[in-house]
């Protein structure tokens, strides 16, 4: 049994469970699981393919980095 498989069953068990454990809806469990499942497979996609789109737009910043010695820290006095 691969991965998916196991947590498609897993999800599944959880569901009969937080329903009560009623007999007859077998294949609605299994079909929520497998729904669930893909859900978060697409969200997590989509979090993969929006960080990529990130670290490429960072990757491509080309401005100059600050040397460490010229960046001035934040005045030591209160601006009240």
Partial sequence: MDEREQQRRERAYKIWEDEGRPEGAHDDHWQRAEDQHELTEQATD???KINQQAD???AKDDTKAENAADIKP???ISPD
């Fill in 56 to 58: 490429d737009e960072f």
């Fill in 46 to 48: 989509d979090v993969i």
């Fill in 74 to 76: 934040p005045s030591a």
